[in-house]
């Protein structure tokens, strides 16, 4: 059952829910491989944004920048992320499908909502590049592209005109500071805001910023606000 529009889901439906039926397939979309411009009326397609490949497990990395929460069991790993929101339910739950990661959801007692995958092997990978033991953290190196940051910004994106914010999750400095490195080479410079600032998060300054990322992220889900996603306008 989607998610209304207003965001709160029915307080007497049974928990958790599945929500078994992603958003529409994006079209597939070719990397470009030229310098030459696009047609008039046709956007062009943004170098490592998120529609020039297909979905990736990998690309779950995203949600563990915001607030994501990777845990192990035998040999098996679950994710799981508190949102505020129901419209990133819907979304979160339909970007988990199109990598073939089922999850459910239920209201937290602070009227927000839990999201969280079973335990399964395909999420074995990601839980192996970011626990060392039960602590989490980015490996070195991590990147950023498209498709993680439109997971990060569907989890965690608060649009603050004309900046627009991208909450982290946990309370370890130095990941911190590896997902800043990872946005400058993304080509977004975000400042840091300190947790009694009212962070943890970066700010994407200005409306330049803004627009290139909302270039990389791609197209507003159907679910999400218009005013909660960034514009190349």
Avoid: C, N
């Avoid at 958003?23 to 062009?44: I, L, V």
């Avoid at 990133?88 to 339909?94: F, G």
């Avoid at 499908?97 to 999850?103: N, T």
């Amino acid at each position: 059952m989607p998610v209304r529009g207003s965001g709160e889901p029915p307080a007497a439906q049974p928990l958790p829910v599945t929500f078994p039926v992603p958003d529409p397939p994006r079209p597939k979309a070719r990397r470009p491989t030229g310098a030459a411009e696009a047609p008039a009326g046709e956007r062009q397609l943004v170098f490592f944004g998120a529609e020039t490949g297909e979905p990736a497990v990998a690309d779950l990395a995203g949600l563990l920048v915001g607030p994501g929460e990777v845990h192990r069991m035998g040999g098996t790993a679950r994710l799981s992320l508190v949102v505020d929101a129901g419209w990133r339910v819907h979304v979160l739950v339909a970007e988990l499908a199109q990598r073939g990661v089922r999850a459910s959801w239920a209201p937290t007692e602070d009227q927000r909502y839990a999201v969280r995958t079973a335990y399964t092997r395909t999420l074995v990978p990601l839980a192996a590049a970011w626990l060392r033991g039960t602590t989490q953290h980015p490996p070195a190196g991590f990147p950023l592209d498209g498709r993680r940051l439109r997971l990060w910004l569907a989890a965690a994106g608060v649009a603050d005109p004309p900046d627009f914010l991208l909450r982290l999750g946990g309370t370890d400095p130095v990941g911190w500071t590896v997902i800043g490195g990872a946005l400058v080479a993304a080509g977004l410079g975000g400042e840091l805001i300190e947790p009694g600032a009212g962070g943890p998060a970066y700010r994407i300054i200005g409306r330049r910023g803004t627009q290139r990322l909302a270039e990389l992220v791609g197209e507003r889900p159907s679910a999400a606000p218009p005013t909660a996603w960034p514009t190349r306008d």
